[in-house]
């Protein structure tokens, strides 16, 4: 006896449904085998000696693609390298840090992006008050967070420049979304002061 078409039918969608468990196993090992890179590279970057005093002010800009630093939300477990560049090479692997805005050692906006799915998935789980850490090639930094928003696509305004060092976390939102996710998950924390810093934990 020959299968009926709902035979073949079923068939295929067990077919498909293996095919998207590996393709979705497969993102997952490549951003853990990448992160543990980006991680390496970093340790071995921070360990470097100190710049002597008389060296150029720190960099305004950095390379596509080069890590800058460890993301951390302690309450919430998260730690994600982060890489320069917004781009899909880079935010299939890593948070990227958008270009056109601050980096965290200098004054004004950082923006940090990285998927719903993937790195930035904890973040649904954030507070007002919560700690952030972002340990960096050019220093260690904390910051406090202060808002949060549900924004559009277009809303750029959460990127321009602000007179106070300041963290903002970019994310697609609703975060259990199936598809293309139709808003953006933003987070705002300002950077504590070297008096204000929590230590450890």
């Known amino acids: 006896m020959t299968a009926g078409p709902r035979v073949w039918l079923a068939r295929l969608l067990i077919l498909v449904g293996a095919v998207t468990l590996a393709w979705a196993g ?5 951003t853990r085998s990448a992160q543990r890179e980006f991680r390496e590279a970093l340790e071995a970057t921070r360990a470097a ?3 002597e005093p008389s060296k150029p002010a720190l960099p305004l800009t950095m390379p596509l693609g080069e890590p800058i630093g460890t993301l951390r939300v302690p309450r919430l477990g998260l730690s994600a390298v982060v890489a320069e560049g ?7 692997d890593a948070a990227g840090h958008l270009p056109d805005t601050a980096l965290p050692w200098n004054d ?3 923006a940090v992006a990285a998927h719903r799915d993937g790195l930035f998935r ?3 789980g954030i507070k007002i008050g919560d700690t952030l850490r972002f340990e960096t090639v050019h220093g260690d930094f904390e910051y406090r967070v202060k808002e949060t928003y549900i924004v559009e696509p277009d809303d750029i305004w959460v990127l321009n420049p602000t007179l106070e060092p300041t963290l903002t976390l970019i994310s697609c939102y609703p975060f259990n979304f199936i598809g293309h996710a139709p808003k953006r998950f933003i987070v705002k924390a300002e950077r504590l002061p070297p008096s204000q810093l929590t230590g450890g934990g």
């Open 122 to 124: 904890p973040l649904k």
């Open 26 to 30: 497969y993102a997952v090992l490549s």
């Open 86 to 92: 917004d781009d899909k090479p880079v935010l299939d």
């Open 49 to 51: 000696p100190a710049p």
């Open 108 to 110: 004004g906006n950082a």
